[in-house]
């Protein structure tokens, strides 16, 4: 019966274990870390020259977002960008898509200054696109919650650029 016993056990385990595969599947995917937040359906680069080598081999923009964790600003902006289906929907598609949490040695990428939230598009000829900006003078690349138009209309820019000069 000992025998008997342990091998329900392991019946038991095994039936367990199955479950919890399929509840697991079920489950949208784990957050990933490289999109701390931003968007977990969204493929992420890790750094900003591998999104140069992506922009540059797809054809696509790269839109790199500067935050900080730490920064109301940056999480305010954050919850909206990561709950608009639009937003989502093109930054999965048609982007090639890097957020970072500390600068780069690009100072193109800070035209006006190292702040965050920033979000700058460059373009696949790599060069960073100064031109797109939001709506405030003193910080040309930052958005607020209620900006989220303007960056959509930005992104749609960004794209429009690629068709008409590369």
Not at 55 to 60: D, L, M, V, Y
Not at 78 to 92: C, G, L, P, Y
Not at 119 to 128: A, C, K, N, R
Request: glycine residues 4%; neutral net charge; contains cysteine.
């Amino acid at each position: 019966t000992m025998l008997h016993s342990a091998l329900a056990l392991c019946l038991l385990l095994v039936a367990v274990s199955s479950n919890l595969a399929i509840a697991i599947k079920k489950e949208k995917r784990p957050p990933q870390t490289l999109s701390r937040g931003w968007g977990d359906d969204i493929t992420w680069v890790q750094t900003y020259e591998e999104g140069l080598f992506y922009a540059q081999k797809s054809k696509k923009p790269l839109m790199v977002i500067h935050h900080l964790e730490d920064c109301q600003y940056s999480q305010a902006l954050k919850q909206v960008f990561s709950q608009n289906e639009e937003i989502q929907e093109m930054a999965q598609n048609k982007f090639i898509m890097l957020n970072l949490m500390h600068e780069t040695t690009d100072k193109n990428l800070s035209p006006d200054g190292q702040y965050v939230p920033r979000i700058m598009f460059v373009d696949p000829s790599l060069t960073v696109r100064a031109d797109i900006t939001g709506r405030y003078s003193n910080r040309l690349y930052t958005y607020e919650p209620q900006d989220l138009p303007l960056l959509i209309e930005n992104m749609k820019k960004a794209l429009r650029i690629i068709q008409s000069e590369l």
